[in-house]
């Protein structure tokens, strides 16, 4: 892999280009301000300028060849994607990567009741940023089929690390739903998450599909009683799930209408990754950011 194009180049992505440049990759970034170029270049990825949302400034961008990483969100309303949309109508014949990884969501897989979920689980999303990311799915294995670019779906759990924490809404006594009316969630600590995007690059299958987490399932209490017990914080009072629909913000109340468990096995197998932090006890005490210190 001689040069990467990250679309969306947050977090993980700052963590995934650290990755590449250490290997000595050219990395690319798509940045749709001058401050997105300035912190960019701070990172040592080489700015790009365009913006997913006007499709005229996405022409000429120099994909050919390269591996392009997708990572960034679709608009917040709608059930399709149009900003993947406006990427693949930009790209002329001839001037393709030479690889795809799309990061989408476990989402797509809707309320499961808590059960089990690999890869061969039909996606049956509810909410409706579970749609806009399954039609983004669609979207990349379509144009991969057409133009011959392999591409890889990573299908990724809730993200958590240094900054990602909810420490104030813990501080703020924002309650939770009680322990055994709780749904079962998944985590991925956001430098595993850059490990998997390089493995992906480099093992993943054409047209594959990854479910992305750590293994080891718990739930939005569990998982905000830790970060209270880290900081030395009051845990949060915890109400129940009739209460919390009266108290909540609808997107919490989208996040805990779905319950499922996933199934890992595949990204560890074929991508071959031995993750840092391989359970929420082994990643939080890791999650400090540069202000905390």
């Known amino acids: 892999m001689s040069t990467v194009f990250i679309f969306g180049c947050g977090d993980v992505g700052a963590r995934l280009s650290g990755l590449w440049s250490r290997r000595g990759v050219k990395v690319l970034g798509l940045a749709r301000s001058d401050a997105s170029a300035g912190r960019l270049s701070r990172l040592g990825v080489t700015p790009v300028r365009g913006d997913l949302?006007?499709?005229?400034?996405?022409?000429?961008?120099?994909?050919?060849?390269?591996c392009l990483y997708y990572l960034a969100p679709p608009p917040g309303t709608g059930e399709t994607d149009p900003r993947v949309r406006a990427l693949f109508s930009s790209i002329p014949a001839g001037e393709e990567p030479a690889k795809a990884i799309y990061m989408s969501t476990t989402a797509v897989y809707g309320d499961n009741g808590g059960s089990w979920v690999s890869e061969e689980t039909p996606?049956?999303?509810?909410?409706?940023?579970?749609?806009?990311?399954?039609?983004?799915?669609?979207?990349?294995?379509?144009?991969?089929?057409?133009?011959?670019?392999?591409?890889?779906?990573?299908?990724?759990?809730?993200?958590?690390?240094?900054?990602?924490?909810?420490?104030?809404?813990?501080?703020?006594?924002?309650?939770?739903?009680?322990?055994?009316?709780?749904?079962?969630?998944?985590?991925?600590?956001?430098?595993?998450?850059?490990?998997?995007?390089?493995?992906?690059?480099?093992?993943?299958?054409d047209g594959a599909v990854y479910n992305v987490a750590d293994g080891v399932p718990g739930t939005i209490t569990q998982y905000y009683n830790a970060v209270?017990?880290?900081?030395?914080?009051?845990?949060?009072?915890?109400?129940?799930?009739?209460?919390?629909?009266?108290?909540?913000?609808?997107?919490?109340?989208?996040?805990?209408?779905?319950?499922?468990?996933?199934?890992?096995?595949?990204?560890?197998?074929?991508?071959?990754?031995?993750?840092?932090?391989?359970d929420l006890a082994a990643g939080l005490p890791f999650c400090e950011t540069e202000e905390e210190r």
């Open 53 to 66: 949302d006007d499709p005229a400034s996405l022409v000429g961008l120099p994909v050919r060849g390269c």
């Open 123 to 205: 996606p049956a999303p509810e909410s409706t940023r579970g749609k806009r990311r399954l039609d983004a799915e669609a979207l990349f294995l379509a144009w991969g089929r057409k133009l011959r670019v392999p591409v890889v779906i990573l299908r990724v759990s809730g993200i958590y690390g240094p900054g990602r924490l909810p420490v104030d809404a813990v501080r703020r006594g924002a309650p939770v739903v009680r322990e055994e009316e709780a749904p079962w969630t998944n985590r991925i600590h956001a430098d595993d998450l850059a490990a998997v995007c390089v493995a992906a690059a480099e093992r993943g299958r």
């Open 228 to 278: 209270a017990d880290l900081r030395g914080l009051p845990r949060p009072s915890a109400v129940t799930m009739e209460e919390a629909r009266k108290v909540m913000s609808p997107g919490m109340l989208s996040y805990l209408s779905e319950s499922r468990r996933v199934d890992v096995r595949r990204m560890r197998e074929e991508l071959a990754v031995t993750l840092r932090y391989p």
